[in-house]
């Protein structure tokens, strides 16, 4: 079976552009997360998005955005390129939103975002 | 909000060496996953672990939630097992993750 595609795996942008990555999750998975990796850091929860809502947003400011499609694949939009976001964009996925149990997360191999 | 503390930070193995890795938790955690980040940036699933210990070959994994701690043991490292382990935290409802520091770990020949 396929993992959690992401594409895509590496771009270049200059400040102040606008990004769309773009993230395909496992054949079965409702649920979608996005996660941003600073270098040296651990990666940092972004959104997350079942049924096509957003179900949970970390703190990050609104030039980020995201939405999620009828098959499930997710968008990530970020607006107005600041040098700052340039890291790791990690997409991942599970079954369900789980409720108040966490359910198993499965990541993509990420986008690499450099703002110059 | 939650935090997550790992321990030790680098580690530098040669190979054949066990070693064992730390992940402490500030709050009570719904569950707890163990990844590793190959150089690639590929997270890659380890264990999925909210209570109790599993096994998987050569890596083990003990979560004792009652004292907001969780172990990675490694035995017999070969350099294949370089790379950054993290562990992560589900905290309230939903999927979010809360990801620890991480320990980087080279295994040398």
């Known amino acids: 079976d396929a993992g959690v595609t992401q594409s895509p795996t590496h771009l270049i942008k200059t400040r102040g552009q606008h990004v769309t990555l773009r993230c395909s999750p496992i054949?079965?998975?409702?649920?979608v997360s996005w996660y941003q990796q600073v270098l040296g850091q651990g990666p940092q929860f972004i959104f997350q998005?079942?049924?096509?809502?957003?179900?949970g947003r970390g703190n990050f400011p609104d030039r980020f955005s995201a939405r999620q499609f009828p098959n499930y694949s997710s968008e990530l939009n970020v607006n107005a390129l600041l040098l700052g976001d340039s890291a790791l964009y990690l997409c991942?996925?599970?079954?369900?939103?789980?409720?108040?149990?966490?359910?198993?997360?499965?990541f993509g191999p990420g986008t690499r975002l450099l703002v110059l | 909000g939650i935090q997550v503390e790992q321990s030790p930070p680098d580690l530098i193995l040669q190979e054949g060496a066990n070693s064992t890795l730390r992940c402490n938790f500030s709050?009570?955690?719904?569950?707890l996953q163990w990844f590793h980040q190959n150089p690639w940036g590929q997270l890659i699933n380890l264990f999925y672990?909210?209570?109790g210990t599993k096994q998987n070959g050569r890596l083990s994994a003990t979560t004792v939630a009652t004292e907001r701690y969780s172990l990675l043991y490694i035995s017999s490292s070969q350099t294949t097992d370089s790379g950054v382990y993290f562990c992560?935290?589900?905290?309230?409802?939903?999927?979010?993750?809360?990801f620890g520091t991480g320990t980087q770990l080279k295994v040398e020949l």
């Open positions: 991942a996925s599970s079954l369900a939103t789980g409720g108040a149990v966490g359910e198993t997360q499965y």
């Open positions: 054949s079965g998975h409702k649920s």
């Open positions: 998005y079942y049924e096509k809502e957003e179900r």
């Open positions: 709050d009570s955690v719904n569950n």
């Open positions: 672990i909210p209570s």
């Open positions: 992560a935290a589900f905290t309230g409802g939903g999927n979010k993750l809360t």
